[in-house]
């Protein structure tokens, strides 16, 4: 299906493959090896260049249910890999049970109060601080572990590592993982704190748990709030189909969302119809509109709406009330914006033509996400020479509210693949979600996200290059 026309669109389901293979005869792609560091330099990931996002089932990942070769980390590793890997080891079993207890509860954006328990209950047995019901937001929370180190002077106070655990689900379930992006959060902050314990190394760990990804922009609302502003960094992960094996990050595109009502006059649709005012032929003179106006867009660009049906819209009552829910996406927040006023005199043209009154609220903005390239080169590194993973930079037309904290403060949001047999925000990429294999990926993800983690809060020079690029970044536009 094209991916202009699918009615599934939306956050991570536009992954959609440029070049999708059949399923049924893709090849299966054996799991990588550990990768010397030599052969490291050649080594290509699968979403670099022309885009394969082909789904990959449970059978092309690990033969018969081993774990993946480089499960371990190397020897040379430094010893703070080891004690995450042990630690997430130890953790598996438990990790998986919180996954598969979310999952099967699948919960709404603003409405994720059984997650909120559980992750909350989670930190607070692992030693953290937590707060509930964060900064007024019933379902946010915060956990939090400072770790000191008094005998180095300079790594004595240590910097803020943060961490983002997303929770709400879809009418349809856990169609775009969540459970799994919950699971991985709490287990990278868990890991993170055992390696500051174990080798002396200073620093924070701030754990938020966001509310309603999926259209209520709870991460903006908290970054309004001052959750975020004590941050370093900060860091999450997003399951995705794909490949086997590989993560990616690529951007994401800015999100513009509106309810747009229009109000007319009801009538008898056959015996009096001029005495109407017809709200239905408004909503579709706009979807028109949109559709037209599609020719001049840009093959970046994404509009996709809905009109909301009533219960009491009958064919022989002119309807005298439509309600549409629309969403704009451009690969910047400026195009976005300057996309959405067009789409909004399609609005304004058909509310004039049918003589209906228009009302349109906006939703929050998602601006564009932007992996921060520092960042970004030192995931990469890791996720590669400890665990295997190719990392590509591929972009994608979906969008997520994390891009409006990544435009404040350094951050990485790598997505990486589960076996699925069709793409985010569908019944088969909730079934997948609870799979042992897509837990496997998340696992791996998270042991990298976490070694990441501990090398922010250790190295001194990283942190303030990282600091410096991106206040640059700020002061000539790039990350503004
Ligand atoms: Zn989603
Ligand atoms: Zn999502």
Request: hydrophobic share 40%; charged share 20%; with cysteine.
């Amino acid at each position: 299906m094209d991916q202009d026309t699918d009615p599934k669109t939306g956050c991570f389901r536009a992954l959609l493959p440029t070049f999708r293979r059949n399923k049924r005869t893709s090849r299966p792609v054996a799991p990588p090896a550990y990768i010397p560091d030599d052969v490291l330099q050649s080594q290509a990931c699968p979403l670099d260049g022309p885009a394969d996002f082909a789904y990959a089932l449970e059978s092309s990942w690990w033969r018969d249910d081993k774990p993946p070769p480089y499960h371990n980390a190397p020897a040379r590793s430094p010893a703070f890999v080891h004690t995450v890997n042990d630690t997430l080891a130890s953790l598996d079993g438990e990790l998986r049970g919180i996954s598969l207890q979310i999952h099967s509860h699948p919960e709404l954006a603003w409405k994720e109060h059984y997650a909120h328990d559980v992750l909350t209950a989670f930190m607070a047995k692992h030693g953290f601080q937590v707060t509930k019901h964060y900064l007024g937001l019933d379902t946010a929370w915060r956990a939090e572990f400072f770790h000191s180190n008094e005998e180095n002077a300079h790594h004595t106070t240590g910097r803020v590592l943060g961490i983002n655990a997303e929770m709400d689900a879809l009418p349809l379930g856990h169609a775009c993982g969540h459970n799994l992006i919950a699971m991985s959060g709490v287990g990278v902050a868990v890991a993170v704190k055992a390696a500051l314990e174990a080798h002396r190394v200073a620093g924070k760990i701030v754990i938020l748990g966001t509310p309603a990804e999926e259209g209520g922009g709870g991460k903006v609302l908290l970054l309004e709030r001052g959750g975020y502003e004590e941050m370093d960094t900060c860091i999450m992960s997003h399951p995705m189909p794909g490949p086997p094996h590989i993560a990616n990050l690529g951007s994401t595109t800015a999100r513009y969302g509106f309810q747009v009502d229009f109000e007319g006059h009801s009538a008898h649709a056959a015996a009096s119809p001029w005495e109407g005012t017809n709200a239905l032929d408004a909503a579709f003179m706009a979807y028109s509109g949109v559709s037209v106006l599609r020719q001049q867009m840009k093959p970046t660009y994404r509009v996709h709406g809905i009109v909301v049906g009533r219960d009491e819209w009958t064919p022989n009552v002119i309807p005298d009330h439509a309600t549409m829910r629309w969403y704009v996406r451009a690969p910047t927040k400026d195009e976005a914006a300057a996309l959405s006023e067009k789409v909004k005199n399609c609005f304004r043209g058909a509310a004039l033509s049918t003589g209906c009154k228009l009302t349109i609220n906006e939703d929050i903005p998602y601006y564009d996400l932007q992996n921060d390239e520092t960042l970004s080169d030192v995931f990469t590194d890791i996720a590669q020479k400890y665990y295997g993973i190719p990392v590509g930079r591929t972009s994608t037309s979906a969008s997520t509210d994390f891009g409006n904290v990544s435009q404040t403060l350094p951050c990485i949001h790598p997505s990486y693949s589960i076996p699925t047999e069709q793409g985010n925000h569908t019944p088969e990429f909730a079934k997948a979600a609870a799979t042992p294999a897509a837990h496997k990926a998340a696992m791996q993800i998270t042991k990298a996200l976490a070694v990441f983690g501990v090398k922010f809060l250790q190295d001194d020079v990283l942190a303030a290059k990282v600091r410096h690029n991106f206040l640059r970044g700020q002061e000539s536009g790039v990350a503004a």
